[in-house]
């Protein structure tokens, strides 16, 4: 899988890895605006997001309300 980025319709700029990663955990374009929103962006943030989505995916399902409960536990909101 590449790091390189491309635009997509829904998600804007992201890694192949992060799309693809995306799409298996079901994450939708308004989660992946709260994940900038808490992580911020370039590479960084991108791992964090990545770290983050791969944290609080279940059965195929990523949970945003998991990780903001997380994100405020760890003082990131």
Same mark, same amino acid.
């Given at each position: 899988?590449? @790091?390189?980025?491309?635009?997509? @319709? @829904?998600?804007?700029?992201?890694? /192949? ?6 799409? /298996?955990?079901?994450?939708?374009? +308004?989660?992946?605006? /709260? ?5 911020? #962006?370039g590479d960084v943030?991108?791992d964090q997001i990545?770290?983050a989505v791969r /944290?609080?995916?279940?059965? &195929?399902?990523? #949970? ?6 997380? +994100?405020?536990?760890? &003082?990131?909101?």
């Amino acid at each position: 899988m590449s @790091d390189q980025t491309i635009y997509t @319709d @829904d998600y804007g700029d992201v890694t /192949e890895q992060q799309y693809q990663l995306y799409r /298996e955990s079901n994450v939708s374009p +308004a989660d992946h605006d /709260e994940l900038v929103d808490i992580y911020g #962006s370039g590479d960084v943030a991108r791992d964090q997001i990545l770290a983050a989505v791969r /944290e609080f995916t279940r059965g &195929g399902m990523y #949970s945003c309300w998991d990780m903001a409960q997380a +994100a405020l536990q760890r &003082g990131l909101l």
